[in-house]
Nanobody, 123 residues
Framework: QGQLAESGGGLVQDGDSLRLSCIASGWFFETYTVAWFRQTPAGKEREFVA????????RYVDSVKGRFTISRDNSLNLVTLQMDNLRPEDTGVYYC????????????????WGRGTQVTVSS
């Protein structure tokens, strides 16, 4: 696997939206599962947020269901995370990661990571 790079973070207000992008360079990830994780200020571990398999099977953590949407465009080596109705508790560093596995365990199966992008939601 090659590199992953996140972008799109920023400072927004409660209720605003952001779109995060994850670009793969040096490899083609159309057969990989890609996911977003976040490290919140109070969190000890990176929390799984959303994942999408090669055939666009999606999974979300309960706290973002109905607000966040993950999608992919394999022709662009791109996975996006559309985040709507953001809340202060969504604040954190967001990372994208990949795994070859279709039936993945978010805690153990992701082995290629980007450097993260900061999302800050003010109240």
């Amino acid at each position: 696997q090659g590199q992953l790079a996140e972008s799109g973070g920023g400072l927004v207000q409660d209720g605003d939206s952001l779109r995060l992008s994850c670009i793969a360079s040096g490899w083609f990830f159309e057969t990989y599962t890609v996911a977003w994780f976040r490290q919140t200020p109070a969190g000890k571990e990176r929390e799984f947020v959303a994942g999408i398999t090669y055939n666009e099977d999606v999974r979300y953590v309960d706290s973002v269901k109905g607000r966040f949407t993950i999608s992919r465009d394999n022709s662009l080596n791109l996975v996006t995370l559309q985040m709507d109705n953001l809340r202060p508790e969504d604040t954190g560093v967001y990372y994208c990661a990949s795994t070859r596995k279709f039936a993945y365990n978010p805690r153990t199966d992701f082995d290629s990571w980007g450097r993260g992008t900061q999302v800050t939601v003010s109240s």
